[in-house]
């Protein structure tokens, strides 16, 4: 099956009782034993498992081409689970991107992650950089996100999990911004992609979910199901009914997202009032050809400079209309923000950089709102 297909299909059956072709909602918490004491099916309690996290989780490993998919509470907690599963016999180090989403920052300075685990970051654009931080001591995991947060830089994904694999390190690729439909992290060589399902795979800003989809069988896969299972931090079956249904539209709404976005990096790069625009779908962004060589299309996030400081930033946020500003991104409306303000003092964000996620409104509606926020 093609991608859209899967996304309509996959994990997906009709429902035996009634014959109702959306799934129910299965808000049960627990299952019923046969007489001697076995069970019926694969459920037992809906904290190890659930029909609609279940029928999620098999949606989203064939979109990825995977072997398997575990779903968590959010993005932050299948963040979280992956660093931690990573099993004992590996060592605890850990090489991460300069630049990537602040929530991972924050979970290294605020939690025990920080001391339990040596976090090396490094600028993973040069693969030289990537090659010293492995080559410098024993490393257990490397992180790529790419495109990343805020500032869209692109990291070579095979190449990255090439230096790992002959280190002996799993990798990660978290592919939120990216989605299935435009990155195959998997296909690249990668162990996990993984998804913060709030943004555009559930699409509407309605739901929190993350999932970590595994490209074969390992002990880091073992491990993940038993910290799914053990810690509790699992999604509502309600939640996994509404990133289900948003899935079946994911293809058609990300190529409105990519042209909208595209067409809107092309206007401020244009625009006087503009330092810089940040998008790898520009000839002129460092990371064009490699991002044209693994994705698709260039997604729909993308970041400007205003030519001033952070008061100038700032000023044209305050003035849009159709734009929302708020945090997240991947849904139906267009949002931004003033990611250095969001992030704080310990932010890498530049004082007069905004963020954008752009939605699915007309094009021409956004850049009229853009245009005269600018003025």
């Known amino acids: 099956m093609r991608f859209e297909t899967k996304a309509i299909h996959s994990g997906r059956l009709i429902d035996k009782s009634t014959s109702s072709v959306t799934m129910p909602i299965h808000l049960s918490t627990t299952f019923e034993r046969a007489q001697d004491g076995s069970y019926q099916n694969e459920f037992v309690y809906s904290r190890e498992n659930n029909p ?35 099993p004992t016999d590996k060592p605890r180090r850990v090489i991460m991107p300069i630049d990537m989403y602040y929530g991972i920052r924050s979970l290294l300075s605020d939690t025990d992650i920080g001391l339990n685990f040596d976090i090396e970051i490094v600028d993973m654009t040069d693969l030289n950089n990537v090659e010293k931080a492995i080559k410098m001591a024993p490393t257990g995991l490397v992180w790529i996100e790419t495109p990343s947060n805020p500032l869209l830089k692109v990291t070579d994904i095979e190449a990255v999990a090439q230096i790992a694999q002959e280190a002996g390190a799993y990798t990660v690729v978290d592919n939120t911004w990216a989605t299935p439909v435009l990155q195959r992290p998997l296909s690249l060589g990668v162990d996990f992609s993984l998804h913060a ?14 999932a970590a989809i595994a490209k074969s069988d390992s002990p880091m896969l073992a491990n993940l199901r038993a910290w799914q299972h053990s810690k509790g931090a699992v999604p509502s079956p309600f939640e996994c009914w509404l990133a289900l249904r948003g899935v079946q539209s994911l293809a058609q709404r990300m190529a409105t997202h990519c042209s909208n976005t595209s067409a809107i990096a092309d206007f401020l790069e244009h625009h ?23 994705m698709s299309s260039f997604g729909g996030m993308l970041s400007f400079q205003v030519k001033g400081g952070q008061d100038e930033a700032m000023a044209v946020a305050a003035k849009v209309h159709l734009f929302t500003r708020a945090t997240s991104l991947g849904g139906t409306h267009s949002l931004i ?36 926020a600018l003025e």
């Open 52 to 86: 609609n996290r279940r029928a999620l989780e098999d949606c989203l490993t064939s979109l990825e081409d995977g072997h398997d998919c575990v779903a968590f509470a959010s993005g932050m907690a299948a963040i979280t689970s992956l660093i931690e599963a990573l």
């Open 197 to 210: 399902v709030t943004k555009y795979i559930g699409g509407h800003s309605d739901l929190m979910i993350g």
């Open 272 to 294: 006087p009032n503009i330092e810089a625009v940040h998008y790898p779908g520009l000839a002129e962004h460092p990371g064009h050809h490699i991002a044209a060589r693994q």
């Open 337 to 372: 923000e003033h990611r250095a303000s969001v992030e704080g003092s310990t932010s890498m964000a530049p004082s007069n950089l905004l963020r954008v996620s752009v939605g699915l409104e007309h094009v021409d509606d956004l850049k009229e709102d853009l245009l005269q």
